[in-house]
């Protein structure tokens, strides 16, 4: 009988260990953990928070997030768009905002090479297209200046963009450092 005990108490320790570390990786701290390396670590939580499903591998995760920021991309090019057509008249402004519709077409293209990178497990590229959709939406931002300012409201939009990509970067990023 003590034989037999001995065995259960430690299959049950071991199923214990196995389920409470599976559980650990897979749980909202894997949120907290890919939100603390990106660049608006409270933005990137009201992202990540509804696409996180309990269960979810971070592969899972990886998948909605880059299917997600690629419609949110595609969503600021489309306003981007939007405004280039209303500023037609303003040849500064209008050639801004074409700057950023080629910019965020790049970053949208990557983020969706991205899904085909995750798909094939190749997460260095995930992660190398990643930063590329950061940096085109980063340098977005740096058309404004020599006294065209930035308006407010796109301001808002395209850190959002920016900071969509920083998430995919972290994601990625943990992708690459857990396959090691």
């Not at 037999?4 to 196995?18: A, E």
């Not at 200046?145 to 990625?172: H, Q, T, W, Y």
Request: glycine share 4%; proline share 2%.
């Amino acid at each position: 009988m003590h034989i037999f005990s001995s065995r259960y108490f430690f299959l049950f320790t071991l199923l214990t260990i196995l389920f409470c570390c599976s559980h650990a990786a897979n749980s909202p701290d894997l949120i907290t953990n890919i939100c603390s390396k990106t660049l608006n670590p409270t933005y990137c939580l009201q992202f990540l928070k509804p696409l996180y499903r309990s269960g979810d591998s971070l592969r899972d995760l990886a998948k909605d997030t880059i299917d997600s920021s690629s419609k949110f991309l595609f969503f600021v090019y489309d306003e981007i768009h939007v405004r280039e057509i209303q500023s037609s008249k303003n040849t500064v402004l209008n050639d801004i905002y074409h700057k950023c519709g080629v910019q965020y077409t790049a970053a949208t293209n990557a983020i969706r090479k991205g899904q085909n990178a995750l798909g094939s497990g190749d997460y260095r590229n995930l992660s190398s297209l990643a930063a590329l959709a950061l940096k085109q939406a980063q340098n977005c931002e740096l058309n404004f200046g020599g006294g065209v300012s930035e308006p407010a409201d796109f301001k808002n939009l395209n850190e959002k963009g920016r900071d969509v990509c920083s998430i995919v970067l972290a994601v990625a990023n943990l992708l690459v450092s857990r396959k090691i």
